[in-house]
């Protein structure tokens, strides 16, 4: 394991500059920090511009290109003339990371983010669509006036493992200064929803509203070189953490403001924790001489299909580092290219890991044909095969993930658990036990696997891993149940994968999971209100108790409570001040907040939240002059936990456009999970989606028998729409085969409430369970609750 | 040496908000000479604006129409102001200049009348500012002018340097023109997107100035305690740089909105007095100026940055938002058509 402590920079050339590592344990063995540069396939630079002169099919022209990480030779002599020629050299071994593409169009920045691949080189192919003339010539200038460096930048963030040696870190988000940041200088976004598009936004509100803060402690003797390095660390940790929750306030939130849905957080990061250390490498992309340029861009009349397929993710075994398959043949069905359509990547082996495969447009009635087929064969190395499906899409990025291997693999690695014995720091907790579920192939039984952590870091580092030749999904679900020192048990268990990663872009690398102290997680909870204008009536009054339950941990009754009194809301946005901040257990599956209170509008009328209950994922309350909040009781005591192993549950409500545009009938996509979407069906789902929940939940372990619990998600209606309407998808996987079980279309009258049947059919085409709710039944349920 | 930066502030479009220092701070500043502050504070009463201007200027983000600038390790304070935020640009560019008594050189009337050609196509935003210094006992004034967004500024500015314009995706935009009678110099200022380590260079080769780039991101990493790797860490920057009256470029500053580059006031003081202090610098001026008011608020900071003089070590600087006078010298009719007449 390399040594963050001994860092050194090695200039090679004119703003040429690499970092360099030393081995914790070996002085002789250093680590370098690659650089992004463009690939050469065959002699030439993998780098082409297209320009369409006739029929572009609504776009001017294409540019693609593959980019990869590689250590300067020029780089490692300099290094060597340094530190020495007797050294030798080590490869990180990288556990997640992100490549992005930096460029400009007519005075506005933009930024495209692919995922490289983890092993090789680091290989990520991009492919722009060029859409106007101007930018189309942008990047004709950027690229072809002869030598020197293009003003477009390759970035690459990679993580890799280490420990936090010599300082100890804290970062913090403060969500109120967000809030207040964004509502002084900028009114309007519409760019936050994305992960990686809100990231360059995220970094300028958390630095410019003083929302983000990093303390760093250096330990004796460490150098103020170190600091500036975590102190650099902790500022993108906590960009990255603070992306994820503007994300996943975007998909889960109401109102137009995902920043004012986040709530504040802190995290420490003491001395010896290990940690995915960032290591952000960037460099411009060069210029073409007149030689290569002339080889590079190309003019053809007609737009051509071109399609990036990749390789991505870990698919090497951790135990062995073998391949997890020998190949992957692909083919492609287009009108234009019916023979030579198909080529073979080669697994893990970076330099044949993607291919850029391209066809003649195919233009029926006159109109560009976007849409393709697309199938594979993986040849395992046992020599077995899988066929896969044909799929048909217009995307022009696919990324064939390890779970289509049926490759799962995840670490657990625990950060400062305060075990009983084993590493520092010393405290109560004797073992961590995790239960770590997937769906496996039908066919395969389904278990809820269970297995106990007793020390940090990468000694005490516990790995699930199943390799399959049959494709599994990218979802799984975990618990955490603490064994502490007086015998009692703390569970800890995340939502369901859909809001821990919002942004779905198939990934491959989100294979580790860091375990955390159980117990003391600052959460924040926060009562917003939106006064929109043009409105019959305004908020005027609001009087609201909330209370904090997590039955999981203590069946007995609330944990915390607040409440605020005589509120007036203000203005478009306001708050309930102060915030409600307390510590508790993060178990965001199944603790709840229950809120009770009275919403008084400026017509006279007034509203009850009657024992409204949400989700604690959802640390927000929107009221508004608008809707109204009901809660949805999830009642899973009926699940056959002998035969079922798990269960997905997925809520949401449409949008007022989109109940209009899809009437009663909702795609069928809508029944998969977000992740295998297509981009399209994705950005459709997300176009008509509001109020997205998703529960993970997994079949009973230990003591107490925890996964019993009921789950609440709280709706809104419209204060001009009579009808409550929500929709739920329910994935059950059977413990003795595999088998995935759905539940089939139904319409469900008058209940404010979910029963998950014990067992869902057998063979039933997947559907989406609609509840509505007429006015008369809202008010029978609201005597009752109230 | 340049005189204080002033730009743009935005003040009225943020509709003010925020702290600025009390002008009483200025007449109690310890460290500058006590004659020279209470000349600059006279001169200030005399042409600023009184407190009882109602409009927030544009020439600070809390739309305070005065702002004082400390330049490190030089001693000494310089202010500018908006003579009347409540009137038209052109109402405040014949204020400034009538304000500034010493003629201008030709080379310096011709820049002026360049200016009032282009701000009859484009209107620009504030049109003037005022520039206050005590240099040697005298009292100095410098005359800022808006360069109207729009306007075709390309050709002049490339014969005023002498050098074709460099990083054409940097979004280099020229946005004011600083003139001091007294020295006969001319100084352009420009906003800019953000720029790369190497690409500061650019500019000082551009000027023929050396390539001192590396010192301005010293400074940057300091101050934010941060590497810079890529961009410099700024969302909002721009450059400037000062001519002598025989057109050689002498000076070079890099500046940052404080906000875009060190979050909010007290965050920009405690990183300013941290550097300097570890500097060795004379930050009691700075401190005393910059002290949170009553309610703990510190006064909104307007931009940083790095000078590099020719043949000089570097200097950087800061600029704090100051409240006007309370009773400042009565004028009249501030929002009539003219402030001094």
């Given amino acids: ?786 | 040496m340049a005189d204080a930066l002033s730009m743009d502030g935005g003040g009225a479009d943020q509709g003010g908000g925020g702290a600025a220092a009390s002008f009483s701070a200025l007449r109690g500043l310890a460290g500058a000479a006590a004659d020279d502050v209470a000349m600059l504070a006279a001169a200030v009463a005399r042409c600023g604006p009184s407190a009882s201007c109602s409009a927030p200027s544009r020439l600070t983000p809390v739309g305070a129409p005065l702002e004082a600038a400390v330049v490190w390790p030089a001693p000494g304070l310089r202010v500018s102001l908006d003579p009347c935020p409540d009137a038209s640009p052109d109402v405040r560019v014949r204020s400034c200049r009538t304000d500034i008594a010493q003629p201008f050189t030709a080379e310096q009337t011709d820049v002026m009348a360049r200016v009032a050609l282009w701000r009859k196509d484009h209107p620009g935003r504030y049109g003037a500012w005022l520039g206050l210094r005590v240099a040697d006992g005298d009292l100095r004034k410098k005359l800022y002018l808006d360069v109207p967004q729009g306007c075709c500024w390309e050709t002049f500015e490339a014969q005023t340097v002498g050098a074709p314009a460099v990083l054409p995706h940097r979004q280099i935009r020229l946005t004011m023109i600083g003139l001091d009678p007294v020295s006969g110099g001319v100084e352009l200022y420009y906003r800019c997107g953000r720029l790369f380590p190497p690409e500061i260079d650019t500019l000082l080769r551009r000027f023929a100035l050396a390539e001192r780039g590396a010192e301005v991101v010293d400074f940057i990493a300091a101050l934010t305690q941060r590497t810079v790797r890529f961009e410099l860490p700024s969302f909002d920057m721009g450059f400037s740089c000062a001519f002598d009256a025989q057109g050689r470029a002498r000076v070079f500053t890099w500046y940052s909105n404080a906000r875009a580059l060190l979050g909010p006031p007290e965050r920009a003081r405690a990183a300013l007095l941290r550097v300097g202090s570890e500097a060795g610098w004379p930050m009691a001026d700075y401190e005393a100026l910059s002290r949170p008011d009553a309610q703990g608020r510190v006064p909104e900071h307007g931009l940083v940055g790095v000078m590099l003089a020719d043949g000089h070590p570097m200097q950087a600087t800061a600029t704090v938002a100051l409240a006007p006078p309370d009773a400042a010298v009565p004028r009249a009719a501030i929002a009539s058509e003219a402030c001094h007449a």
């Fill in chain 1, 1 to 786: 394991m390399f040594d963050i402590t001994t860092v050194r920079e090695i200039d090679y050339g004119p703003n040429s500059v690499v970092y360099v590592y030393q081995d914790h344990d070996n002085p002789k063995l250093w680590y370098m920090v690659p650089v992004p540069t463009l690939r050469t396939l065959n002699g030439a630079p993998a780098f082409s511009i297209t320009e369409y002169t006739r029929n572009g099919g609504g776009i001017s022209g294409l540019c693609t290109f593959e980019m990869e990480l590689v250590q300067p030779l020029a780089a490692r002599q300099a290094a060597e003339q340094v530190l020495g020629d007797d050294i030798s050299w080590g490869g990180f071994t990288w556990v997640g990371g992100t490549a992005y593409f930096y460029y400009d169009i007519e005075g506005e920045t933009e930024v495209l983010a692919v995922e490289p691949t983890l092993y090789g080189t680091n290989v990520a192919a991009f492919q722009i669509p060029l859409e106007t003339p101007e930018a189309l010539n942008t990047f004709k200038a950027a690229y072809s006036e002869g030598g020197g460096a293009s003003p477009f930048r390759i970035e690459y963030d990679m993580q890799v493992l280490t420990k936090l040696l010599g300082a100890k870190a804290t970062v913090k988000y403060v969500a109120e200064a967000a809030i207040h940041y964004e509502k002084t200088y900028k009114t309007v976004r519409d760019t936050w929803g994305n992960q990686k598009q809100v990231l360059q936004d995220v970094k300028q509100v958390l630095q410019q509203s003083g929302a983000g803060e990093v303390h760093v402690e250096i330990g004796a003797g460490s150098s103020q070189e170190l600091e500036q390095r975590v102190r650099d660390w902790g500022w993108t940790t906590l960009e990255n953490q603070v992306a994820n929750t503007v994300a996943a306030a975007a998909t889960m939130a109401t109102g137009p403001n995902p920043v004012s849905a986040t709530t504040s957080f802190e995290q420490t990061y003491s001395e010896d924790t290990v940690i995915d250390w960032s290591t952000p490498v960037s460099s411009f992309m060069r210029k073409f001489s007149t030689e290569e340029w002339n080889k590079l861009f190309i003019e053809v009349d007609n737009r051509k299909l071109s399609v990036v397929f990749n390789l991505i993710g870990q698919l090497t075994r951790t135990d062995n580092g073998d391949a997890v398959a020998e190949s992957v043949t692909v083919t492609v069905d287009y009108p234009t290219r019916t023979t030579g359509n198909t080529f073979v990547l080669i697994v893990s082996d970076g330099a044949q890991s993607s291919m850029i495969y391209e066809a003649p447009g195919d233009f029926p009635g006159g109109s560009y044909n976007a849409e393709f087929t697309y199938s594979y064969v993986i040849q395992f190395k046992d020599g077995t095969s899988f066929q896969s499906d044909p799929v048909t899409t217009t995307d022009t990025l696919i990324n064939i993930t390890p779970n289509v291997f049926g490759t799962r693999q995840v670490s657990f690695i625990g950060q400062s658990i305060p075990f009983l014995t084993g590493s520092p720091p010393k405290g109560t907790v004797k073992a961590v036990n995790i239960d770590f579920f997937f769906a496996p192939p039908s066919g395969s039984p389904a278990i809820v696997q269970t297995k106990t952590m007793t020390d940090n870091g990468e000694n005490g580092a516990v790995l699930f891993e199943s390799f399959y030749n049959l494709p599994i999904g990218q979802a799984y679900s975990y618990r955490l149940r603490y064994q502490m020192s007086d015998n009692s048990e703390v569970i800890s268990q995340p939502p369901g994968a859909l809001s821990s990663a919002p942004d779905n872009t198939n990934s491959g690398n989100a294979d580790i999971v860091f375990v955390k102290d159980p117990k003391g997680l600052f959460t924040q909870f926060t009562l917003r209100a939106f006064n929109y204008t043009n409105q019959n009536q305004d908020l005027l009054l609001v009087d609201v108790n909330a209370q904090y339950f997590d039955p999981a941990n203590d069946p007995n009754g609330w944990l915390y409570e607040n409440t605020w009194s005589n509120w007036q809301p203000t203005g478009l946005l306001s708050f309930a001040e102060p915030r409600w901040n307390f510590e508790a257990v993060d178990n965001t599956n199944s603790a709840y907040y229950n809120i009770a209170g009275t919403i008084f509008y400026s017509d006279g009328s007034d509203f009850t939240l009657a024992n409204y209950k949400q989700s604690s994922e959802y640390k927000t309350l929107t009221i508004t002059n608008t809707i109204e909040n009901y809660s949805v009781l999830v009642d899973t005591t009926l699940i056959d936990w002998t035969k079922v192993a798990s269960v997905n549950l997925t809520m949401f409500q449409l949008k007022k456009t989109a109940k209009e545009e899809l009437g009663d009938t909702l795609p069928d996509f809508f029944t998969k999970p977000r992740e295998e979407m297509t981009s399209e069906e994705r950005a459709t789902a997300a176009g008509s989606q509001d109020n997205l929940l998703l529960f993970s939940i997994l079949s009973p372990a230990g003591t107490p028998q925890v996964d019993d619990l009921n789950r609440y998600y709280g709706v809104q209606r419209l204060r001009d729409d009579p009808l409550v309407e929500f929709y739920y998808t329910a994935v059950y996987v059977m413990k003795s085969d595999g088998e995935q079980r759905t539940l089939t279309d139904q319409k469900v009258e008058g209940k404010l409430s979910v029963e998950l049947p014990a067992l869902p059919p057998t063979t039933v085409k997947p559907g989406i369970v609609r509840h509505s709710i007429e006015p008369e039944a809202l008010a029978a349920h609201m005597r009752v609750a109230g």
